[in-house]
């Protein structure tokens, strides 16, 4: 409301114009009064109840002070976004705010007091947003990127360093930009510094923008990466600037190009040794749950603290650090801890981002630092910005002979326009020695000004310009039904038949190295439990189950008492015993909460009962619908609604702010679970009238390769495969066998070597999905739900209670699975 | 380059393949290696459930019916040249490709590639889309919220807007007439397969 920003900003004034004078005010006595012991000593007339003693908490005061004004400064810019017009972007908007508050500042001191200093910068500030960058990033899609990532970084920033210097000193010597001070190897330096793409902003200014993945991870990746080469450039540069020119030669040019190989290895694989330390700290760290979230940014901090301090690159040894952490100590972890970091990391990043995007505002408004030469800072625009267009246009046309899948047109514009430079470029350009650069303030200022042009201007024109530039392909118009249903069932297509063929970056290396990996790495650096539990789709099954764990006490709740719990006997696909030994110890959880449930074996059938209330339950809540004729209106709403998006139409994951399970997700997962269910059930009508095997075989405690459900060694291939990132343990899947080939062959000669002993044909009639479901019918999640609450929780929750109990082999194995939730559980 | 064709020798039928389905040999090669990665136990051709190794299509709506499509009526094997010519259907179509009269069309002309289409919906083959059939394409690809009503619903509107001859079904000639907006060749095509 228009009123809450009102409040917001009186609030932000009142502070930094409250505390402002204080501070002047204060300050200027220092003689007066020192500290509380020196005032006791001093003028003591009585005693005194209460002090005012300022000195005593200046630093972490102000730094305070500072914290909070920037996050009300955000919140005012988040409030203006969403009432004002969305054109600005957050970045840009938190620059102006810095602009009042230095213009605050400067009025009350007449001197800027609070500006960004590098090091608060450089090591306050930076490292945590790199750090939350690199733990969300995508691994999958920048690994298969990495090669034109790299060609992007490393010639890409080399291109525009070159290119920048030499063309202003080009400029200068042609006398365009006046009198300065300046040679050669500082128009270089200049270039190193101003050249690279900033994270930071890019982040800031394209999650507002949405492009395709790809394209994202391009620019993102290649603003990481570049660091590499900004650290040497920069250093190099300096130490000639420092040398002077006549003591370069050949060798030390030579040094100079072997020190970026030195930096930029050094660096990553400083930051793979602290990955490495870091999960095998996650993997012992089970008893100190409470506190293991805090490794990951002490681990993370010190690796970035390392690498500066051996001169190598920072920023890529945090980025290699988080990237390669990330899977294991997510494995690691407990679920709780895993939230913690992913929280506390956006809380850091965003308000590291924040901070500084208001401090660059504010230390502009500083007299001292500007220095207006029209001629160097509108050719540093020029060239700036011309020369990152030719670069990426000239790079993607190489790569695009090598690429499976060609760079277009309209994603190397939004990539040249997208080269947006930030708060590293300020942070390098303000660590300049004076001495030895004269021209300081003249780059400094400069470089504030490029750092402006490109976050505002550019950001504010960064959607339009996509939003244009795609329009400008489609037209639009009204989709009819029968259009909107067939563009849907066409992305699905696209989306399996791109699997089908392995997409990109499926090749024989992706391969071995996820074999190599699973063996190996993951031995060593995951917990044994969590490598148990790499299974993507045991996974979903879990979380599914408690789902409807969940579900089924609040629907016998509302029905009053659990008493129709009892379920009959029918549970033919025991989970347990297919997933048994392995799995019970990591779900504890769903253990726990059945045993409430004392499940006797009962012989009458509950569906009955489920039956009868689920009608009322839908003609309570369906009734209406029936009644409303359904208009064409409608019929275009629910689609628009309820159609599975298809891969195409998820957003791509990585994002400041939101992160989490999105709709996606959840369609993901119910698409699924119908999909397994559809298969288990063509299985199972497969499997009907063939005879049981009447043996057990004993359910052994392997390694999750190759296991049937009941230790039955089956050829005939697996559900689950291993493809790409899956685990070696994905072969355990709860259906094993032919049932694939039922669902296509008629009566052809099956063969079912798996082999369910429960299962006889009286049983049949009582499964509820088997069942012919007419006479009333229930709405369709009622109708998938059913199989899934009394009978089917039995079937996939690891019941202690197995239906043949009587089994010496089932109570063999019962004894055995009990004992393991109490050593294991935690 | 001397691998290629080294390697392209020991694929059967390649060069024929190659004249049929309009593929450079680089992509006959890719899409070999990713058969034998498929056909794990290495017998030559892929059963249904090799498909259904790929975990991700246990997350498509309508991946099993895209499975099935990759074996012919009766059939429970899928060997190379089947499976790249299935694949085929999703070349982008070559615009400039020489218009000559007498040769067939290409598998990735764009009335084969609604017809690749139109086989998903029409499982019995006969040449139409019935509404049951319809509805069952309808339930896989839409949320569990919507109830049997609804989805009668639309499926009934949907027929009415595509069926011009009033027999409750939707012919192939129906369905293309219906489709003639959407853009096939940028829908149906996968741009690594060019």
Known sequence: MASSIYFCLLRTVFLVCFVNPLIQGLSGDVNLVNDRRHQLGNNLTGLPIVTFDWHHVQTPYLVIIWVFVAGLAKLLVIELNHHVINVIPESGLLIMMGFILGGIVWGADKAQTFKLFPPTFFFYLLPQIILDASYFMPNKLFFSNLGSILIYAIFGTCWNASTVGLSLWGCYEAGVMGNLDIGLLQFLLFGSLIAAVDPVAVIAVFEEVHVNEVLFILVFGESLLNDGVTVVLYNVFDAFVALGGPRIDAVEISKGIFSFVVVAFGGSFLGIVFAILLSLLTRCTKHIQIIEAGFIFVVGYLAYLTADMLSLSAILSVTFCGICCQKYVNANMDEKSVTTVRHAMKVLANGSETMIFVFLGVTAIDTEIWVWNTGFILLTLLFVFIYRIIGVFLLTWMLNKFRLVPIEFIDQVVMSYGGLRGAVAYGLAAMLDQDKIPEKNLILSTTLIVVYFTVILQGITMKPLVQWLKVKRAAHSDLKLIEKVNNRAFDHILAAVEDICGRIGDNWWTRGWNRFEENYISWLLMKPKARKNRDYLFSIFHKLNLEDAVNYVSEGERQGSLAFIRSDEAANVDFKKQFGSEFTDVMPDIMVDMSNYELGIETFSVTSIIKDTIPSVSLDIHGQDRKNAMDDVNAHHLLQQHLYSSRKHHRHKYSRSHFGINQSENEVQEIFQRTMRSRLESFKTAKMGVSPAKKITKHHKKELTHKMANGHPDGTGHLYGDEVDSAVGSETGAIRGTFLRDTYTVGAGIENPVVFPDMDSSTHNSLPWLMETDAVAPSQRAQWHLPWTPNRLRRLAPMRISTYSTDSFLMADLEEHEEKPQTDHE | ?194
């Open chain 2, 1 to 194: 380059m001397g691998s290629t064709s080294s390697t392209l020798l020991k694929i059967p039928n390649a060069e024929v393949l190659m004249q049929e389905t309009g593929f450079s040999p680089a992509h006959i090669i890719r899409l070999h290696d990713r058969f034998k990665a498929l056909d794990k136990e290495g017998r030559g051709y892929l059963c249904p459930q090799d498909f259904g190794a790929i975990k991700e299509l246990a997350m498509n709506p309508i991946g099993d019916r895209i499975i099935g499509a990759f074996f012919s009526p009766g059939k429970e094997t899928v060997d190379f040249s089947t499976f790249v010519k299935i694949l085929a259907h999703f070349r982008p179509v070559d615009k400039d490709r020489p218009k000559e009269p007498n040769s067939p069309e290409p598998i990735n002309s764009r009335s084969n590639k609604l017809k690749f289409a139109f086989q998903l919906y029409d499982q019995d083959k006969d040449g139409k889309i019935s509404r049951d059939e319809l509805l069952k394409v309808l339930r896989a690809m839409l949320g569990m919220q919507v109830t049997e009503e609804q989805l009668e619903s639309i499926a009934d509107r949907t027929i009415q807007e595509a069926d011009l001859d009033r027999d409750e079904a939707i012919s192939f000639e129906e369905f293309r007439k219906s489709l003639e907006k959407v853009n096939i060749d940028h829908k149906m095509s996968i741009r690594f397969l060019r």
